[in-house]
């Protein structure tokens, strides 16, 4: 493990100097091995501002180099290559680290006699499978920051829903909402079903910068997700809302009016993605006609299915709305047959009419 202080120096502030210590290296031990698809790594590949390899490259300014160990991204041959790390680190023989896991954890506790539902290589004496249970027993306590990656990892999402069979849950159920890491944070959650990628890549970023002793903790809200990210609901960003606003309907999925009557949650969802689109400002979700399913949410999936029925509370505001939105409509409508003519004094007769008073000509 390196130290090292900041450039900025502070003078006459005692204590200032000791807060900004940070590591100039850390390592990023991800496992995926929850009850997951890996589709928040997959997805994390396609950051642009910045991408996972402008992170692991060291190209961006201020950070500490990055070592990141991901099963899906790793150069290694696999097996205990690839583990080799995830080892050091049980042994207290790799500091300082980031745990990040993908996937809900499932029950240990529920399986009678032998068995796991999922697992994470072999204990080298006895050949049998570590679980993932183990693995987070063991490293969580060690991490400088664990951060869990998608909404099956923050809050059980898919496979945790009604009538599962592993009993499975979100990192903090799992640990604690009162779990602190080495570096004093909470775990740190980032849901989306699969991760938005910049949003993931926003908050390892501030993460890192914490860790260089740049940045304060980022800012987490009551389930621990990054404020800035998941402050304001899906309709609150949606390029919709003005059809909302107006009372405009879809009846189809071939619309492109308000989803609301189709399905769409956006009103009560905390998600930034038809505010950001998914890569480069492209795609998204209702924005481009697609309902809302309220995947990054504590409830999901089960508070929101059937996924294809109109949710119970749109019922009643669309129909509150429309009154308002059909008298709004037209008289919208007359303002803009009203601007959509040039003014009169745009001719090319020979008199100007522009109303041009030379008067202040000496
Ligand atoms: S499509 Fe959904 S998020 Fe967009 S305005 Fe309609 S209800 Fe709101
Ligand atoms: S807009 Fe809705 S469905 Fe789309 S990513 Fe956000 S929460 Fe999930």
Redesign the pocket.
């Known amino acids: 493990m390196t130290t090292h202080s900041s450039t900025t120096e502070v003078s006459g502030e005692p204590g200032r100097d000791e807060e900004r210590q940070g590591f100039d290296e850390i390592h990023i031990l991800w496992i995926s091995e929850g009850m997951s698809c890996d589709g928040d790594t997959v997805s994390l590949t396609a950051a642009d501002q910045p991408s996972i390899e402008d992170l692991v490259l060291g190209l961006i300014p201020g950070l500490p180099k990055v070592n990141l160990v991901n099963k899906v991204l790793s150069p290694s041959l696999g097996g205990e290559d690839f583990l080799a790390p995830y080892r050091a680190a049980v042994r207290g023989e790799l500091a300082p680290f980031i745990l990040v896991i993908e996937g809900s954890i499932p029950n240990q506790n529920i399986i009678e006699g032998d068995g796991y539902w999922t697992s994470f290589g072999n204990d080298p004496e006895t050949g049998e499978p570590q679980t993932l249970n183990w693995w987070i027993d063991q490293l969580a306590p060690k991490a400088w920051a664990v951060v869990a990656a998608g909404t099956c990892a923050t809050f059980g999402g898919i496979h945790a829903m009604a009538g599962n069979p592993t009993g499975c849950m979100g990192l903090a159920d799992y640990l604690g909402w009162d779990f602190r890491s080495q570096g004093a944070l909470p775990v740190v959650n980032v849901p989306g079903c699969p991760i938005q990628p910049e949003n993931f890549m926003e908050t390892l970023i501030w993460v890192l910068y914490h860790a260089a002793g740049s940045a304060p903790p980022p800012p987490l809200d009551h389930m621990l997700r990054p404020q800035w990210l998941f402050g304001k ?3 609150e960003g ?4 003005s ?2 606003e107006q009372g405009t ?2 009846k189809d999925y071939n619309s492109p009016k ?3 009557k189709t399905g ?4 009560v969802v905390n998600c930034n993605v ?1 505010k950001r689109g998914w890569m480069a400002g492209i795609g998204g979700c ?2 481009v006609g697609g ?2 399913i309220g995947c990054t949410m504590p409830g999901f999936p089960d508070a929101f299915m059937p996924f294809m029925d109109e949710p119970p509370g ?1 019922t009643l505001s669309s129909m509150i709305v429309k009154p308002y939105g059909a008298v709004i409509r037209r008289l919208r409508g007359f303002t803009n047959e009203l601007v959509n003519h040039e003014p009169r004094w745009r001719h090319n007769k020979r008199k100007l009419t522009s109303g041009y008073d030379p008067h202040w000509r000496p």
Not at 264 to 267: E, K, L, M, R, Y
């Open positions: 609901t899906v309709h949606c390029d919709r809302g059809y909302y309907f879809a308000c989803l609301v769409c949650w956006g009103p038809p209702p924005n309902i809302c749109g």
